[in-house]
């Protein structure tokens, strides 16, 4: 459905992306994962038209942005990080204002009423935008990114400001979308996307650092299993027992204390080997005060690809 | 273009600026129709409309000022550039919906002829000509604000700007006069909106007065719809 290839955006000199590629399917809910500057406004920002890309394309359904640019942005609703409102005017006469500059073709009265309804706005029609909290101008960004049905729906940072509730309710809102549209969300945290998407794509300094199945992805980013172990008794003894395990690659002792040592077990991808480490210590009778896995937390992960590209940048 | 021309109209008056506008233009051409043609006893708006050259170069940077710095401090111009829209109609539409406001301002002078036509014979020629005049030269000074309005996020800047534009056409006519140089001077007679725009005045339609206003506009929204496909680039 979305297909970007090699884009690259610089800012005079600011490369803000990359030579980024990659391909969203039809239907599929994809989530934008990203520190702050990363570079996700600016690709959504390309995508949908408002600015253009130093070089690259970017095709949706089939027709390219510079090419048919009208026809291309008919396919596309977008909310961008700060939703485009005009605050003197009252929600029902900004979303009429909107669903006429999209050149909308359904019954307006009936369309409005149920974008409306879908985003909880029934209520609100005759307010005036300013008087509107955060949260209910961002369900108004929502009505008019909605309009028209697009096939496709990019949503920069929704959530960004919200309370825990509507937090929710929003997330709700995307998984729902995701059943008759294509959807590309952005966010810098992890929980958010890994929450509501299908796929994810790490992007950091305008690259794309991972790009892959939401449960599929902390597989992808590490290939290395760790069990970290704390066992009383000798350390020499206990790290040659752990050696003798088989699918064990490597034991590293990462401290000792009180006749206790911890040890860093790591081992094949796939196997498990909790139980041979609780046989081996029985066999020594060396009582095993802590045993937990040491693979890293999704979170941890992201936290820690995203700050190394920072990292090795300064 | 439909969509913007209206909404653009409802926004002059969901804020204030399209009364403020209209009060103080009616207010000033009333003024002046009361010294020149009553005080005076004179049937001619010639006058009047001479001085409302001055009112207008003020008030249509107030008019304009937020026709696109406003929409880019807001990031509203993202809902106008993610729509499919082309730039020309966005221009268009904000044009269209400024200058509609300003037609309703000159309306007014309708108004003074007919009451005119109550003590006296109007020169209904001479105050259809003029009044076609005043449209023109509005149409000019309204394409050159909203370019000014293109390029700048500040509406305050746009406006003080716009006005200052206002004073440096104003002047113009007494500055080339002074400058030596002939070629100088030249252009700037050719450039300078007040001789074109006087012509109407004495009630001479003529076709090069027509042309150049219309040039002169058409040359600023262009402009401006370059300085928004520009910034897309940069
Ligand atoms: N208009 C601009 N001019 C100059 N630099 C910009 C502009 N917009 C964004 N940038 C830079 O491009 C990088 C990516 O920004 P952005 O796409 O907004 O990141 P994100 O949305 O992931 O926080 C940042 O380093 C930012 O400073
Ligand atoms: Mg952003």
């Known amino acids: 459905m979305i297909e ?95 669903f006429d500059l999209k050149r909308v073709k359904l019954p307006k009265k009936e ?31 929502f009505a008019q990114a909605l309009l028209g049905n697009p096939p496709v729906i990019i949503l920069d940072e929704p959530t960004v400001g919200l309370d825990p509730k509507q ?135 992201y936290l820690r690809l995203t700050g190394s590209v920072k990292g090795g940048e300064a | 273009m439909g969509a913007i021309y209206k909404r653009e109209l409802s926004g002059y008056f969901n804020s204030a600026i399209g009364y403020v506008v209209l009060a103080v233009y009616y207010f000033f051409s009333g003024l002046f129709f009361y010294l020149y043609c009553f005080y005076r006893d004179s049937a001619s708006l010639g006058y009047v409309f001479a001085n409302m050259f001055y009112i207008v170069m003020f008030i249509i940077p107030v008019l304009t000022m937020k026709t696109f710095s406003e929409e880019r401090r807001q990031k509203t111009d993202q809902a106008l550039l993610t729509s499919p829209v082309s730039l020309t109609e966005i221009v268009l539409g904000k044009f269209l919906g400024a200058f509609t406001i300003y037609a309703l301002c000159c309306a007014i002078f309708l108004v003074y002829g007919v009451v005119i036509s109550f003590f006296a014979q109007p020169q209904w020629s001479v105050v259809l000509c003029t009044l076609l005049g005043m449209l023109l030269l509005g149409m000019a000074i309204i394409a050159m604000n909203i370019f000014i309005s293109s390029l700048t996020e500040s509406m305050v800047v746009a406006a003080v700007v716009g006005m200052a534009a206002g004073l440096v056409i104003d002047t ?39 042309i150049f206003f219309l040039s002169v506009t058409g040359l600023f929204l262009f402009f401006t719809v370059r300085v928004l496909e520009r910034r897309r680039w940069s």
Not at chain 1, 52 to 73: C, Q
Not at chain 1, 80 to 95: A, G, H, N, S
Not at chain 1, 118 to 140: D, M
Not at chain 1, 246 to 262: C, F, I, R, W
């Open chain 1, 111 to 141: 369309h409005l009423d149920e974008v409306m309804r879908l985003v909880g706005l029934e209520q609100h029609g005759a307010r005036l935008i300013k008087n509107l909290s955060k949260g209910y101008r961002q369900r108004v960004g």
């Open chain 2, 172 to 210: 113009m006519s007494s500055f080339s006069k002074l400058v030596p140089i002939p070629w100088v001077q030249f252009v700037l007679e050719k450039i300078d909106f007040l001789n074109y725009y006087t012509n109407f005045t004495y009630g001479i339609l003529s076709i090069v007065d027509v």
């Open chain 1, 167 to 301: 937090i929710i309710e929003i997330r709700k809102l995307i998984k729902s979308l995701g059943k008759k549209h294509t959807v590309i969300f952005s966010s810098h945290v992890l929980s958010e996307i890994s929450a509501a998407c299908d796929r994810i794509i790490i992007i950091a300094d305008g690259k794309i650092i991972a790009d892959a199945k939401t449960d599929e992805l902390s597989g992808v980013l590490t290939d290395k299993r760790q069990l970290l172990l704390t066992a009383e008794g000798s350390a020499a003894d206990i790290q040659n027992e752990l050696k003798k395990i088989p699918d064990v690659q490597k034991v590293k002792k990462t401290g000792e204390s009180d006749g206790a040592a911890q040890f860093a077990i790591e081992y094949k991808p796939g196997a498990d080997i909790r139980r041979d480490v609780f046989s081996a210590m029985t066999r020594l009778q060396c009582p095993i005060l802590e045993m937990r896995s040491g693979s890293e937390s999704l979170e941890e992960l």
């Open chain 1, 4 to 98: 970007v290839k090699n884009l690259t955006k610089r800012y005079g000199k600011i490369t803000a992306l990359d030579n980024i590629s990659f391909t969203v399917d039809t239907g599929e809910v994809l989530g934008f994962l990203g520190p702050n500057g990363a570079g996700k406004s600016t690709t959504m920002n390309i995508i949908t038209g408002y600015i253009s890309s130093t070089s690259g394309t970017v095709t949706v359904d089939g027709s390219e942005i510079l090419e048919e640019p009208k026809k291309t942005k008919q396919k596309i609703g977008y909310l961008p990080e700060i939703p485009p409102l005009y605050i003197d005017m009252t929600v029902r006469k900004y979303l009429e204002f909107m």
